[in-house]
């Protein structure tokens, strides 16, 4: 009841939120998530520089850049997480917004399965008669 209170006001509210903003808010009030995903950000962009960034919409956790593992070099995205939901969702006006030279995308962060990951491959093991690795 609360929820659809909550989207009622949000469809009545001035019709220049967008799309996005608009579906971030309903998954911030059905999840109350806390973590942000942050893309679209320069190479030169650091942990420290995006907490800067987003500290002043309320008390950040944790700011993290995703380098990539073999190269040490910033991956372009990074998360941002928040002692509450509202200053996370007060952090969604960035949205669009630059920093360090380039408009970045902010959005709620999705929460990854927690299934076990394997290694890639093509799901063969090899071995047989005959295939692509040799035996009989």
Request: positive net charge.
């Amino acid at each position: 009841m609360a929820l659809s209170a909550k989207l009622g006001s949000l469809l009545r509210q001035n019709a220049q939120l967008s799309m996005t903003s608009m579906v971030n808010s309903i998954r911030c009030m059905s999840t109350s998530s806390t973590k942000l995903f942050i893309g679209g950000l320069s190479y030169g962009t650091d942990d420290q520089s995006l907490r800067d960034a987003f500290s002043n919409f309320g008390d950040v956790i944790d700011a993290r850049v995703i380098n990539d593992r073999d190269t040490g070099r910033s991956r372009g995205f990074g998360f941002v997480s928040f002692a509450n939901t509202d200053a996370a969702s007060s952090a969604l006006s960035m949205d669009g917004q630059e920093l360090n030279g380039r408009n970045i995308r902010v959005s709620f962060a999705n929460e990854r399965p927690s299934a076990p990951r394997f290694g890639g491959g093509n799901g063969s093991y090899g071995g047989g008669y005959g295939g692509n690795s040799g035996g009989y």
